[in-house]
């Protein structure tokens, strides 16, 4: 299934009308060549109607992108621009939208050719706060006809995310497992987001898979896995099982995605998934993921709406991870200190017992879940998909509800390092500069579960403009600080 929106950018110019029209209507053009040459026709689409003047201008061309199927919006201040239009713009479009403004072209065209946005800007901003609009604005949202075409490439995975969150329902199956209450969290922010929920019983999923006994499509699922493992297909017998899981799956998706068109999964894990289905699901969970369908283990609800908001930023494969273990001391001297240059605490290992796509993973195999196996049979923890994580870089990011149903974020860029864990699961040693500081006064001060959301890239100035748009308040959106800035919290007294 096709799980993330296609963005398409109405661009609306607009003018105050005691300015040149033809100063919006020129550099619009030059913005959109700038944008085409760079970018390519297909996110963009330019409003040829009119340039916004007025509030009629504003229906006109409100019409126009809805008309031409734009689900995000720029408002391009060709000079001033009418605050008011322009504004009401962005309140009655249906969608994210964008504000940038022209820079001035030419020291010999400051007096018939000055459009003032610059000026303008200021206006646009104070009128979409009284409005109560929310809207993208660039760090620096003033440019030349490239400059602007770049910050209008840049809104796209934003835009992706919030268009994706305003039609995405996320399926759980069960309550957290005992003793996870750290994962647990009011759900109220979830439908203040626009995002449906579904909560499902595992007794609900157990009747659904056992529906789906010898249907004919798993001797097909199960050639798929087997081509996908290769060499590292250990566990050949759990196979028909895991198939028939996967379809019930996707069959369950299909059947109950209602109205609408993307789908998380929040999916039950443990402990007595096992005994009853015969098998741990972390494979299966790690190829949904793999096909563009996040699921997260352990019925983290919000941890499957972070692995969602990281797919459509990154598009790319995303996974969930327990921020897990320490690097030990003599694996740090051996493979890191005199290699790398991360202190010891930047270093940690992200771990999970098998829900990593086996796309980001260095080399996979299928075997039991160790862990689970100490007070289990080992054959009823089959279906983990272990190996070292790909290296290379990474942003570690969760957005969460706190328990007093408040917003907040956190946002951190590293990488994995190339140094073998010795290890078992999926699990990789994650460097993030002061990774110290940040596990204090972020993590632990924050109150966050141990689970943490992983982008494969660098992708934490597009999460940021994410988790702002949508409500998480600045001061509630925590950062790895570089050191010699101290957290609120953070012991000045060394």
């Given amino acids: 299934m096709n799980n993330l929106p296609e963005i398409k950018i109405g661009i609306v110019a607009v003018s105050r009308d005691c300015f040149p029209e033809s100063l919006s209507v020129n550099r619009r053009k030059a913005l959109i060549k700038a944008y085409e040459e760079k970018y390519g026709k297909e996110n963009i689409y330019e409003c040829p109607v009119c340039i916004v003047e007025s509030e009629i201008h504003m229906v006109q061309a409100l019409e126009d992108v809805r008309k031409a199927g734009c689900n995000a919006l720029c408002v391009y201040l060709g000079n001033f621009g009418p605050e008011i239009s322009e504004t009401l713009l962005a309140k009655h479009f249906d969608g994210p939208a964008m504000f940038v403004a022209a820079a001035e072209e030419s020291q010999d065209d400051l007096i018939g ?32 006809a490239a400059e602007c075409a770049d910050m209008i490439h840049e809104f796209i995975p934003i835009a992706r995310a919030i268009v994706g969150l305003k039609d995405l329902k996320i399926i759980s199956f069960g309550p957290r497992p005992l003793n996870f209450l750290a994962c647990n969290a009011p759900i109220k922010q979830l439908y203040n987001l626009g995002v449906e929920i579904e909560e499902n019983s595992e007794l609900d999923l157990f009747e659904a898979y056992q529906q789906h006994d010898n249907d004919p499509r798993i001797a097909d699922k199960i050639k798929e896995m087997e081509a996908e493992l290769g060499t590292g297909n250990l566990k050949p017998e759990v196979l028909p099982k895991l198939a028939q899981y996967e379809l019930t ?74 921020i897990n273990n320490t690097v030990p001391a003599d694996m740090y001297v051996e493979a890191i200190k005199d290699h790398y240059a991360y202190a010891h605490q930047d270093t940690f290992m992200g771990f999970h017992c098998g829900n990593t796509s086996s796309r980001k993973l260095s080399a996979c195999s299928m075997k039991y879940q160790m862990i689970m196996a100490r007070n289990l049979p080992e054959e009823v923890t089959q279906g983990t998909l272990e190996g070292d994580i790909l290296p290379g870089d990474i942003t570690f990011f ?54 943490g959301a992983v982008a494969f890239g660098h992708f934490g100035k597009a999460l940021y403009e994410v988790f702002k748009y949508i409500g998480v308040p600045v001061d509630e959106i925590g950062y790895n600080r570089p050191r010699g800035v101290l957290y609120k919290t953070e012991n000045p007294f060394h």
Avoid at 117 to 136: D, E, I, Q
Avoid at 249 to 276: M, N, S
Avoid at 289 to 310: H, K, N, Q, R
Avoid at 436 to 443: A, E, I, P
């Fill in 398 to 451: 969760r957005l969460q509800s706190t328990a007093d149903n408040i917003l907040r974020a956190y946002i951190a860029q590293g990488e994995v390092l190339p140094v073998a864990t010795r290890s078992f699961g999926g699990i990789g040693i994650f460097a993030i500069p002061e990774m110290g500081r940040f596990y204090r006064h972020v993590l632990i001060e924050g109150n966050y579960p141990h689970h």
């Fill in 249 to 322: 799956l996707l069959d369950w998706i299909e059947t109950h995605k209602g109205y609408r068109q993307y789908v998380a999964i929040a999916g039950k894990c443990w402990p007595a998934f096992q005994t009853q289905f015969g098998f741990v699901p972390c494979y299966v969970n790690s190829r949904l993921t793999g096909m563009g369908i996040p699921v997260s283990c352990e019925v983290d609800i919000y941890g499957c709406l972070s692995e969602f908001i990281g797919a459509a930023v990154s598009e790319d494969v995303v996974t969930l991870l327990d």
């Fill in 113 to 144: 050719g000055r459009g003032d946005a610059y000026c303008g800007m200021l206006n646009a901003s104070y009128n979409l706060k009284l409005r109560n609009v929310r809207a993208y604005i660039p760090e620096y949202p003033v440019g030349t």
